[in-house]
C-alpha cells in the first residue's frame, strides 16, 4: 500500500526556536521538533503516519515516546547539519541539502531571514549536475566558492565558472574553512552566512 502522508496527516509550524521548530499535526498540536528547517514538518508527517500504521499493527508506541523522540532527536542519533544553526551575530547556518528539492527548501527557508547581506560558503562534487541546483540559488549574495577535503569535490576555480554563466559572483578558496573564514571576517553583525551545496562541505565545519 502507498501512503501519502501530507495528505493524511497535514502539519504546519507553530513557532521556531533557535534551531528547532514547533509544529501541529492532528493529534499532536504541541509536537516539539528538535530539528530546523521547514522541510521538517513533512518529515514529521512521515513519521507520525508511520507509526500510525505500527500501532494498528499492535506495536506499542506511546504518545509520551512520540513527543520524546521528536522533541530529543538529535541528541539520540548524533543527527546533525539540518537547518543548523552555528553561531550569531553573525547569524551562521548550514544545511546539508544538497539536490534540488533540498536547495528549494534551502532557498525558501533564506528568504524568511532578515538581513543586510547573504553570504553563501558553496562547494559541491565533481559527479553531479549542479547547474540545476546552482539555478535556484540567489543572485544577489556574495559566494566563497569551496572544496571539500575529498577526492569526488569539485574544484573550487571549475564551480565559479559554471557560477558566473548563471550569473553568481564570489571569491575561490582551497578548503571549507578558509571560505567560512573569510565570511565571517567580512561579514557585519547583522548579515548571514550559509554555508552547504553538499554533505561533505557540511561535515568539515561540524
Known amino acids: 500500500p502507498l501512503f501519502f ?12 526556536k533557535n534551531a528547532s521548530i514547533e509544529g501541529s499535526f492532528k493529534g499532536f498540536e504541541d ?6 528547517g521547514l522541510y521538517q514538518i513533512k518529515n514529521a508527517s ?14 506499542a508506541i506511546s504518545d509520551k515516546a512520540i513527543h520524546k523522540g521528536f522533541k530529543t532527536v ?21 544545511d546539508t541539502g544538497h539536490n534540488e528539492a533540498g536547495i528549494a527548501y534551502v532557498v525558501e527557508q533564506l528568504k524568511t531571514l532578515t538581513y543586510k547581506q547573504l553570504r553563501i560558503v558553496f562547494g559541491v562534487v565533481n559527479d553531479k ?3 540545476k541546483i546552482m539555478a535556484l540559488l540567489p543572485v544577489n549574495a556574495n559566494y566563497y566558492f569551496c572544496k571539500a577535503a ?17 550569473g553568481l559572483q564570489g571569491k575561490t578558496y582551497e578548503t571549507v ?30
Not at 88 to 94: S, Y
Not at 150 to 166: F, G
Open 129 to 131: 549536475d549542479c547547474s
Open 74 to 94: 538529535c541528541k539520540t542519533t548524533g543527527l546533525q547539519g539540518r537547518w543548523q544553526i552555528l553561531q550569531k551575530k553573525p547569524l551562521v547556518i548550514c
Open 150 to 166: 575529498i577526492p569526488r569535490a569539485l574544484n573550487e576555480k571549475e564551480l565559479q565558472i559554471k557560477a558566473s554563466k548563471i
Open 177 to 206: 574553512k578558509e571560505a567560512l573564514d573569510a565570511a565571517k571576517q567580512e561579514a557585519d553583525s547583522d548579515d548571514v552566512i550559509f554555508v552547504g551545496g553538499s554533505t561533505f562541505v557540511v561535515a568539515e565545519i561540524l
Open 5 to 16: 502522508a501530507d495528505q493524511l496527516l497535514p502539519g504546519k509550524i507553530t513557532a521556531q
Open 46 to 59: 512521515t513519521a507520525l503516519v508511520a507509526i500510525q500504521l505500527l500501532r494498528e499493527k499492535g506495536i
Open 31 to 36: 509536537l516539539s521538533i528538535g530539528l530546523g
